[in-house]
T-cell receptor, first 110, second 114 residues
Framework: QKEVEQNSGPLSVPEGAIASLNCTYS??????FFWYRQYSGKSPELIMS????GDKEDGRFTAQLNKASQYVSLLIRDSQPSDSATYLC??????????FGDGTTLTVKP | DTEVTQTPKHLVMGMTNKKSLKCEQH?????MYWYKQKAKKPPELMFV???????INESVPSRFSPECPNSSLLNLHLHALQPEDSALYLC?????????????FGSGTRLTVV
């Protein structure tokens, strides 16, 4: 089992719709969870971090964490073509390193 | 300054060459990382420096040699690389012990080994 698994893509949504990205992790001692956005040919950019169970909202982005289910998700409301990118889920343990999922490629169609 | 600067942006090197990748940050971060990313794959951790000391080496071949001369600089020395080492090399930084703030990545060095 992979340490961090993301829902297989690619994911395509129409402009203005909600995009839902999911991630599960295997290590129960994981403490911090992140979503990075990576445009083609560019480096990853941190867009959301979450540490406590529940929801965290930042603009059009909402991260959700359920530690009991070892599940973290990212919702993008009112999706825009500029949101088209690969979204990487990352998980930190006490070891102080981030392990990344394989990523989900999102395409938002105008 | 909220950036991590990597140089060069592109590098082509032969299998017998020696080259170095450089990374610099002035955010006061005391943890710095090297990641390797192949096309359509996630970043893979290579090395972690915490307070200028190597804390994690993910069993990286010795043809990759990291160096952290001071709290702002991180180098990756390359020697006798193989074509399969061609990839995007990413530097990142964070506050050690505050990794829950996430990483700031540099723009990367795209390395081609011929």
């Amino acid at each position: 089992q992979k340490e961090v698994e993301q829902n297989s893509g690619p994911l395509s949504v129409p402009e203005g719709a909600i995009a839902s990205l999911n991630c599960t992790y295997s290590d129960r001692v994981s403490q911090s969870f992140f979503w990075y956005r990576q445009y083609s040919g560019k480096s990853p950019e941190l867009i959301m971090s979450i540490y406590s169970n529940g929801d965290k909202e930042d603009g059009r982005f909402t991260a959700q964490l359920n530690k009991a289910s070892q599940y973290v998700s990212l919702l993008i409301r009112d999706s825009q073509p500029s949101d088209s990118a690969t979204y990487l889920c990352a998980v930190n343990t006490n070891a102080g390193k981030s392990t990344f999922g394989d990523g989900t490629t999102l395409t938002v169609k105008p | 300054d909220t950036e991590v600067t990597q140089t060069p942006k592109h590098l082509v090197m032969g299998m017998t060459n020696k080259k170095s990748l450089k990374c610099e940050q002035h955010m006061g971060h005391r943890a710095m990382y090297w990641y390797k990313q192949k096309a359509k794959k996630p970043p893979e951790l290579m090395f972690v420096y915490s307070y200028e000391k190597l804390s994690i080496n993910e069993s990286v071949p010795s043809r990759f040699s990291p160096e952290c001369p001071n709290s702002s600089l991180l180098n990756l020395h390359l020697h006798a690389l193989q074509p399969e080492d061609s990839a995007l090399y990413l530097c990142a930084s964070s506050h050690p012990g505050r990794e829950n703030f996430g990483y700031t990545f540099g723009s990367g060095t795209r390395l081609t080994v011929v």
